[in-house]
């Protein structure tokens, strides 16, 4: 074996590709390369083009690190998020880190707990101590990101579920009180999520609108915290107030996981679902189907919701359309089966 082969077992070392190599390839400078990966605005699209294609063709790699050497950038967004064991924020965060990915950010991610404000502070102070370029929000308070611009002054700071996402939220409630009554409803209940939440005062608020619309009022409402644990210890009174004169005969509740804890404790209280009482829930989490009986719930558009943020953080137009709710029906609605 002479002196010049390569180990046995060893596979030959690959040249590394860097900006001259994509440069000589394009037929452009190395300048014009890196004016294209820091998306300088004078670069023809043509030109552009060439340079991608090339850097396609060699398997370039973006050092982002490198990148932001040359720049004021850190190219890194952080997130804020509280509660990440529940489903919600869980794919919240997922969709906003697919969303950074795609735009060419990393993403650094911290925690906190939502209910006490120094977490929260010492979550964004060791944001911005990495030189983030802009943080997201997930799961925290209403009126956390006013707060958090006094500290973070020209960072931009957005939550997941606020500005536009707001609307969304709202159209989801309206959709599934639209499905109770075109099932005939008349007499409709909720079990809402906590009062601080984005997601629960914009689902409560189209909740409210698409009941007054057809000159209907909430007959009763109960609360929880999101958990399925919570949805069952609501059951007992949920149970009581179906058997009385004039009690619901529908109910939405404010997520999945609510809404599975209530149809066991209702089931261990002998009302059935959907004969007695008909259960509408939100987010269609990956059990819902498997849920007994499977449950009806509203589907959002949270990989198009992250990106709105990524996008609003960045300044960019949307980086994806985001679809309208879309109202799951499978067999935890019925008629009434009592006006």
């Known amino acids: 074996m002479s002196g010049d082969s390569e180990p046995e077992g060893l596979l030959p070392a690959r040249q590394k590709v860097g900006v001259r190599e994509v440069a000589a390839a394009a037929g452009v400078s190395a300048q014009t390369v890196s004016r294209v990966l820091n998306e300088h605005p004078s670069i023809r699209d043509e030109t552009r083009q060439r340079v991608l294609g090339a850097m396609a063709t060699l398997n370039y790699r973006v050092n982002n690190a490198a990148r932001a050497l040359g720049t004021r950038e850190s190219r890194t967004l952080g997130i804020v ?16 880190e697919a969303a950074a990915r795609t735009a060419g950010r990393w993403v650094a991610t ?9 977490s929260v502070d010492d979550a964004v102070d060791h944001l911005l101590g990495q030189g983030v370029d802009g943080i997201v929000l997930v799961a925290l308070r209403a009126g956390t990101r006013q707060l958090l611009e006094k500290r973070a002054a020209g960072i931009p700071i957005v939550e997941l579920h606020g500005g536009d996402g707001q609307r969304v939220q709202r159209d989801a409630a309206v959709l599934a009180v639209e499905h109770l009554v075109s099932l005939g409803h008349r007499r409709i209940a909720r ?3 906590p009062e601080s939440w984005l997601e629960e005062s914009a689902r409560a608020a189209g909740f409210t609108d698409a009941l007054s ?29 179906v058997r009385r004169s004039g009690g619901p005969t529908a109910i939405v509740v404010a997520n999945d996981q609510m809404a599975l804890g209530l149809t066991t404790g209702l089931r261990e209280a002998g009302v059935r679902v959907p004969e007695d009482l008909s259960i509408v829930g939100f987010d269609d989490n990956p059990d819902a189907a498997y ?30 359309s ?7 029906e499978r067999d935890s609605t019925a008629r009434p089966a009592r006006s």
């Open 110 to 118: 911290t925690y906190a707990d939502a209910t006490e404000e120094a």
């Open 191 to 193: 079990l809402g999520g």
């Open 291 to 320: 849920y007994r009986p499977a449950l009806t719930t509203i589907r959002v558009d949270v990989v198009a919701e992250g990106g709105r943020c990524v996008a609003d953080v960045l300044g960019l137009s949307a980086l994806a």
């Open 322 to 328: 985001a679809q309208s709710p879309v109202l799951i």
């Open 81 to 96: 998020a509280s509660d990440t064991a529940l489903f919600g924020p869980a794919v919240g965060i997922a969709a906003v």
């Open 213 to 241: 619309s057809h000159g209907l009022e909430c007959v009763r409402e109960w609360r929880g915290n999101w958990s399925a644990a919570d949805g069952a210890a609501c059951a007992a009174e949920v149970a009581a107030a």
